[in-house]
Structure formats: C-alpha cells, structure tokens
C-alpha cells in the first residue's frame, strides 16, 4: 500500500515513520510512505499557508493553492483522499478494514480551523475523524488512521489471527488478558484460563467479553446479536448492577 500524507508539519511524522510496526512495514516494502509538506508548494517567499475566513469567524484556514498544487505536483487526484476533520465520519474498526482494501490513499491534514472548502469539494473523497473531540491538527489523527489501517494489511502483524481476534472485530471488546507469573503479589489468574479445558476457556471468554462490553461500551450491544446463553447473562448482570446501585 501507498500512503501520502499532506501535511505542513512533516517532521510530526518521523519518530512514527521509524518505530515498531510502521517502522518494520516500511523497512519491509509492505508499506510506502511519502510525506509531502505542503509549504513547498506556496508561491509566496514567505510560505505562508493559512488566511483569515471569509465571513469572519476565528482562527485561520489553510488556503486553497498549496493544496491543490501539491495534490497535481504528485498527480495524487485520483487517489483515495482523506481529510483528517472534527466533521468528519468516526473512524471505526470497519472503516479501517475498508481503507485497507485500497491500493494507495492519500491524507490531507488539516490544521487549525481546517481547509478551504473548495479543496474538500474538489479533491476529497472522505472526511475522518477519529473522535467527538478537537484536537489543534490533525497530525496525531492521520496516524491514529495510518495505525490503525496498516496493522490489518496482510503480513503486517506478526500473528495473522490477532487482528481477527481483537475488541470491535466481532462486535464485543476483548476479554482481560493474563501472563505469567500465575499468582501476581497474591493476585491470581483466573483459573477457568489454567484448566486446559478448551469449552470451558471458550465459555469464561465469551461472558468475559460480554461483561466488559456491557460496561465500558453497552452500545455496541445494540448491534450485537446475542444468543439465548448471551441474552441470560446479560440480564444477570443487569440486575447484579441494580443491587450495586441499590446498594
Ligand atoms: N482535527 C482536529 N480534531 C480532529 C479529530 N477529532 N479528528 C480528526 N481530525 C481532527
């Protein structure tokens, strides 16, 4: 896979570019990533990019030229181009699988209060935002979608199944998950995990993770189908957290 990345902030980029799994995707081919900083393509000897809204309203807005200019200069119209964006669709497990599945996807950046619109209009052919929060740029979300894409490309992950296996692939989150040593200052593992007992370790997993999901995320439930087994567990913890509350 190809990846751009528009952006007027490229050094932003380098120790994620170099570390762990991007790192290793890089360095294998698996991988290419080109940074491309939009200063490079002002006309103006101040390489200035951002200007004032028209309309009034705060901060600035990076304008149009640059933009453009860089996308044609890398003949990177025809491209999947994303704008990173507090408007945009919330990134999620599925759209990272989607984004996946393309050859080349090119980000754009954007920055204060974003991009003008006519780039958008002209160029782009998705918004992403990666949570119902602002942040001052959208360099930390482009990695967050660059992470989270590049690990499900084939050969990424040095365990293939473990991105089939983890929180939001089959709509729960995962389970806890233990190591050694099996008793932790008095702590010990669960023992349903030591039994060797496959159903039995299949079983606490499933209430596991439905357990957690009910808590942390009772709204990926909704879209769960649970099974009978599923449903009865539900409801035990549903009146278990009523005493507590009770309580
Ligand atoms: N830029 C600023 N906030 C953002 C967000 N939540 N997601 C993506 N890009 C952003």
């Given at each position: 896979?190809?990846?751009?990345?528009?952006?007027?902030?490229?050094?932003?980029?380098?120790?994620?570019?170099?570390?762990?799994?991007?790192?290793?995707?890089?360095?294998?081919?698996?991988?290419?990533?080109?940074?491309?900083?939009?200063?490079?393509?002002?006309?103006?000897?101040?390489?200035?990019?951002?200007?004032?809204?028209?309309?009034?309203?705060?901060?600035?807005?990076?304008?149009?030229?640059?933009?453009?200019?860089?996308?044609?200069?890398?003949?990177?119209?025809?491209?999947?181009?994303?704008?990173?964006?507090?408007?945009?669709?919330?990134?999620?497990?599925?759209?990272?699988?989607?984004?996946?599945?393309h050859q080349e996807i090119t980000i754009l950046?954007?920055?204060?209060?974003?991009?003008?619109?006519?780039?958008?209009?002209?160029?782009?052919?998705?918004?992403?935002?990666?949570?119902?929060?602002?942040?001052?740029?959208?360099?930390?979300?482009?990695?967050?979608?660059?992470?989270?894409?590049?690990?499900?490309?084939?050969?990424?992950?040095?365990?293939?199944?473990?991105?089939?296996?983890?929180?939001?692939?089959?709509?729960?989150?995962?389970?806890?998950?233990?190591?050694?040593?099996?008793?932790?200052?008095?702590?010990?593992?669960?023992?349903?995990?030591?039994?060797?007992?496959?159903?039995?370790?299949?079983?606490?997993?499933?209430?596991?993770?439905?357990?957690?999901?009910?808590?942390?995320?009772?709204?990926?439930?909704?879209?769960?189908?649970?099974?009978?087994?599923?449903?009865?567990?539900?409801?035990?913890?549903?009146?278990?957290?009523?005493?507590?509350?009770?309580?």
């Amino acid at each position: 896979m190809k990846i751009n990345i528009l952006t007027i902030f490229p050094e932003l980029y380098n120790s994620f570019l170099c570390e762990s799994i991007i790192g290793r995707a890089i360095a294998s081919d698996k991988i290419e990533v080109k940074i491309i900083d939009i200063r490079d393509y002002t006309a103006n000897k101040h390489k200035k990019v951002d200007d004032y809204l028209f309309g009034g309203g705060a901060g600035m807005l990076l304008t149009p030229g640059p933009i453009a200019s860089a996308i044609e200069s890398n003949n990177l119209s025809k491209t999947m181009i994303i704008n990173t964006s507090p408007r945009g669709q919330v990134l999620t497990q599925a759209l990272a699988k989607d984004l996946s599945e393309h050859q080349e996807i090119t980000i754009l950046v954007g920055r204060y209060e974003g991009i003008d619109q006519r780039i958008i209009d002209k160029y782009v052919n998705l918004e992403v935002s990666i949570g119902d929060y602002i942040l001052t740029g959208g360099e930390i979300a482009s990695q967050v979608i660059i992470e989270s894409v590049v690990r499900l490309l084939p050969n990424v992950l040095s365990n293939c199944l473990s991105s089939l296996d983890e929180s939001f692939t089959n709509g729960l989150l995962e389970e806890d998950h233990y190591t050694r040593p099996q008793n932790f200052e008095g702590l010990e593992v669960p023992s349903e995990l030591l039994s060797g007992h496959h159903l039995n370790i299949a079983q606490w997993k499933i209430k596991n993770r439905l357990k957690k999901t009910y808590f942390n995320r009772p709204d990926l439930l909704d879209r769960y189908k649970l099974n009978d087994d599923e449903q009865n567990y539900i409801e035990q913890l549903k009146g278990e957290k009523n005493e507590e509350n009770k309580n």
